[in-house]
T-cell receptor
Framework: DTEVTQTPKHLVMGMTNKKSLKCEQHMGHRAMYWYKQKAKKPPELMFVYSYEKLSINESVPSRFSPECPNSSLLNLHLHALQPEDSALYLC????????????????FGPGTRLTVL | GENVEQHPSTLSVQEGDSAVIKCTYSDSASNYFPWYKQELGKRPQLIIDIRSNVGEKKDQRIAVTLNKTAKHFSLHITETQPEDSAVYFCAASKGGSYIPTFGRGTSLIVHP
């Protein structure tokens, strides 16, 4: 299995709602990422998990809360979002230090299109 | 930190023409340079990559060149087709942990 999957594909939520985005991979990758992407802009890194531990938080507001329950799953919990948070949220995974050396490719999931009303 | 500049931001060509997108990077320690193609509403997909120990790599109609001294790398697409229309991102990374720095993207439009 060489695919990263994400659910849901689309999500519409109000500013007072709580929702979660889910990401799954079964490639044995030990690094997983959340990105936010606006139209025709590059993906912006939000969080990085390395061996199920949060290793990078790019100063993301606390209304976004990541969670890595195990090596295959990555969640992003959303609460009290703002309309400007509307974007495509991409999950990605890759090999990590200690895994197969020299392999850097990052695999992206299809994304969740989030609209905040 | 790393800074990746990408040009042009928009590129319009006729079907069958060649297209070239150029990127420069700032960190001489960067050693991995992927190119992603992103169609509207889809995920970024790796189309070709190059490592710092190689100067050129080709895969059918696409090729990438790397000049380590000048710290720039380029994507070349020959015999363009309408289905090549997409946003292309270059990126640079280093070390054992893959966290790329992306360029700002090039919107390629291939007119039939």
């Amino acid at each position: 299995d060489t695919e990263v999957t994400q659910t849901p594909k689309h999500l519409v939520m109000g500013m007072t709602n709580k929702k979660s985005l889910k990401c799954e991979q079964h490639m044995g990758h030990r690094a997983m990422y959340w990105y936010k992407q606006k139209a025709k802009k590059p993906p912006e890194l939000m969080f990085v998990y390395s061996y199920e531990k949060l290793s990078i938080n790019e100063s993301v507001p606390s209304r976004f809360s990541p969670e890595c329950p195990n090596s295959s799953l990555l969640n992003l919990h959303l609460h009290a979002l703002q309309p400007e948070d509307s974007a495509l949220y991409l999950c990605a995974s890759s090999q990590e230090r200690g895994q197969l050396a020299g392999v850097n490719e990052q695999f992206f999931g299809p994304g969740t299109r989030l609209t905040v009303l | 930190g790393e800074n990746v500049e990408q040009h042009p931001s928009t590129l319009s060509v006729q079907e069958g023409d060649s297209a070239v997108i150029k990127c420069t990077y700032s960190d001489s320690a960067s050693n991995y340079f992927p190119w992603y193609k992103q169609e509207l509403g889809k995920r970024p997909q790796l189309i070709i990559d190059i490592r710092s120990n190689v100067g050129e790599k080709k895969d059918q109609r696409i090729a990438v060149t790397l000049n380590k001294t000048a710290k720039h790398f380029s994507l070349h697409i020959t015999e363009t087709q309408p289905e090549d229309s997409a946003v292309y991102f270059c990126a640079a990374s280093k070390g054992g942990s893959y966290i790329p720095t992306f360029g700002r993207g090039t919107s390629l439009i291939v007119h039939p």
